[in-house]
């Protein structure tokens, strides 16, 4: 494990005992991150099953390469998004051969806490945000130095449910405009221009008129919700939760399961809303005597509310307080 990544695995217990590795069955782990998921499958899934992994960030992927030497031989590491998932999958003849999948959906500790990627508003880099800078090109800096004020509106308002949406992207464009990039100090990076997550922090502040002394009265940071929106915008990350859904039902065999931990309520809604249309209901007419649109339930649910993590994990691990686990099993 490189020495300093940083991540706790949320619900482990719960994700284990829904999963319920047994020996020689093989699991696909969406998000591999720090490895702490696929550590559990791995310890348990042995003397032959596999873990395919997918991980687009190469710190996450070198520090869970450590952390699982001892299971080399049954862990493939794909450094892909796991939107690759159906094709990786038939690629290494897994295909119908899955006991179970796994998404733990957003960003670990380490990327938010150590890589300066600009992920938060308090670290010191530059407003990057992409998961994997080799295969990415769209940055934040992009977004905040090229798009309009609907677009940048937008993208606060559905990514962030942000109230002062309009505001803030009206205020942005405006501070562009009186400041043409030279004078911004940005950074020249190959093609892309960058600017550093300090400098839009405190753009942010200007336009909502916060002081520094007036900020210590916030619960969280005025910052918080444009960050999100834009983590999620430059790594396309609602698009890809639903492109994965399906492809995650249709690569498990009969009784093979799915488990989803979101971290916000527009990736639970996406989840929760997609696991329901596979129960199938019947859409026939009521007025119709028999049932002729042949509706039959896929899946079975397997977690009704979401197991949300205890107040003990909470307490060990704050960052767990907002996850939310779902899980169905294909029927
Ligand atoms: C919450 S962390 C996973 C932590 C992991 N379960 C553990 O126990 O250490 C989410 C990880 O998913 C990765 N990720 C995000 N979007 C991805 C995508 N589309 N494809 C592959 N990996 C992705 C991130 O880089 C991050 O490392």
């Given at each position: 494990m490189l020495s300093d990544y940083q991540h706790i695995s949320v619900l482990k217990d719960e994700v284990l005992e829904i999963l319920s590795p047994q020996p020689n069955q093989n699991?696909?782990?969406?998000?591999?991150?720090?490895?702490?998921?696929?550590?559990?499958?791995?310890?348990q899934n042995g003397p032959k099953?596999?873990?395919?992994?997918?991980?687009?960030?190469?710190?996450?992927?070198?520090?869970?390469?450590?952390r699982l030497k001892d299971y080399q031989d049954r862990l493939i590491i794909v450094h892909k998004s796991y939107v690759h998932l159906k094709s990786e999958v038939k690629k290494h003849n897994l295909d119908k051969n899955i006991s179970g999948i796994?998404?733990?959906?957003?960003?670990?500790?380490?990327?938010?806490?150590?890589?300066?990627?600009?992920?938060?508003?308090?670290?010191?880099?530059?407003?990057?945000?992409?998961?994997?800078?080799a295969g990415q090109t769209l940055t934040a800096s992009d977004i905040i130095l090229t798009y309009s004020v609907s677009?940048?509106?937008?993208?606060?308002?559905e990514y962030g449910g942000e109230k002062m949406a309009k505001?803030?992207?009206?205020?942005?464009?405006?501070?562009?405009?009186?400041?043409?990039?030279?004078?911004?100090?940005?950074?020249k990076q190959k093609q892309n221009q960058a600017i550093k997550t300090s400098m839009l922090v405190?753009?942010?502040?200007?336009?909502?008129?916060?002081?520094?002394?007036a900020l210590k009265k916030f619960r969280i940071h005025p910052a918080t919700k444009v960050f999100?929106?834009?983590?999620?915008?430059?790594?396309?990350?609602?698009?890809?939760?639903?492109?994965?859904?399906?492809?995650?039902?249709?690569?498990?065999?009969?009784?093979?399961?799915?488990?989803?931990?979101?971290?916000?309520?527009?990736?639970?809604r996406i989840v929760k809303h997609y696991f329901r249309s596979l129960l199938g209901s019947c859409v026939c007419p009521p007025s119709a005597p028999i049932c002729r649109c042949g509706q039959k339930p896929q899946v079975k649910i397997?977690?009704?509310?979401?197991?949300?993590?205890?107040?003990?994990?909470?307490?060990?691990?704050?960052?767990?307080?907002?996850?939310?686990l779902r899980a169905i099993e294909k029927i």
């Amino acid at each position: 494990m490189l020495s300093d990544y940083q991540h706790i695995s949320v619900l482990k217990d719960e994700v284990l005992e829904i999963l319920s590795p047994q020996p020689n069955q093989n699991f696909v782990d969406c998000t591999l991150g720090g490895g702490g998921h696929s550590e559990e499958l791995l310890k348990q899934n042995g003397p032959k099953g596999k873990v395919l992994a997918f991980e687009l960030d190469q710190r996450a992927i070198a520090a869970s390469k450590t952390r699982l030497k001892d299971y080399q031989d049954r862990l493939i590491i794909v450094h892909k998004s796991y939107v690759h998932l159906k094709s990786e999958v038939k690629k290494h003849n897994l295909d119908k051969n899955i006991s179970g999948i796994l998404l733990d959906l957003g960003l670990s500790s380490d990327q938010l806490d150590k890589t300066n990627r600009g992920f938060s508003f308090k670290d010191h880099g530059l407003l990057d945000m992409r998961f994997d800078p080799a295969g990415q090109t769209l940055t934040a800096s992009d977004i905040i130095l090229t798009y309009s004020v609907s677009a940048l509106s937008k993208i606060f308002q559905e990514y962030g449910g942000e109230k002062m949406a309009k505001r803030l992207a009206r205020g942005i464009v405006s501070w562009r405009e009186k400041h043409p990039p030279t004078t911004l100090g940005v950074v020249k990076q190959k093609q892309n221009q960058a600017i550093k997550t300090s400098m839009l922090v405190s753009v942010i502040l200007q336009i909502l008129k916060i002081s520094d002394s007036a900020l210590k009265k916030f619960r969280i940071h005025p910052a918080t919700k444009v960050f999100q929106a834009l983590r999620i915008a430059v790594n396309a990350e609602l698009y890809n939760i639903q492109a994965v859904l399906p492809q995650a039902i249709e690569v498990l065999p009969k009784g093979g399961r799915l488990a989803v931990i979101s971290f916000h309520s527009l990736e639970d809604r996406i989840v929760k809303h997609y696991f329901r249309s596979l129960l199938g209901s019947c859409v026939c007419p009521p007025s119709a005597p028999i049932c002729r649109c042949g509706q039959k339930p896929q899946v079975k649910i397997l977690t009704k509310k979401g197991i949300r993590p205890s107040s003990q994990e909470v307490k060990q691990n704050p960052r767990s307080r907002s996850a939310i686990l779902r899980a169905i099993e294909k029927i």
